[in-house]
């Protein structure tokens, strides 16, 4: 599964950006998917998560109340609405999926969990 990740952007601070993430002639129902993020220097970290009805999501501590990620099956997408950016949201964005199932919350949370990867797209916030 080729996932591709888009919509990012310079942004001032306080602002807002919604990415999304597609699978060219591959549905995406099936999919737990996930947002992550890499900043320079540091380790890819978790974002957010969502199951494959949409029904619950999952959110780091940093982004919770800003950031909400959604899926719209009939249009196999995955968004992630980031509103109330900070300087220190700037990274590379990925969307991740595992097929077929993620068996719990935490699994959700973890790189190891995710079978395949988006090339990324740059969110920079700017002070």
Known sequence: ?????????????????????????????????GWFRQAPGQEREFVAAITRSGVNTFYADYVKGRFT??????????YLQMNSLKPEDTAVYYCAARYPAIASGLGYRRNQTYDYWGQGTLVTVSS
């Open 1 to 33: 599964v080729q996932l591709q990740a888009s919509g990012g952007g310079l942004v001032q601070v306080g602002g807002s950006l919604r990415l999304s993430c597609a699978a060219p002639g591959r549905t995406l129902n099936s999919f737990p998917m």
């Open 69 to 78: 990620i959604s899926r719209d099956n009939a249009k196999n997408t995955v």
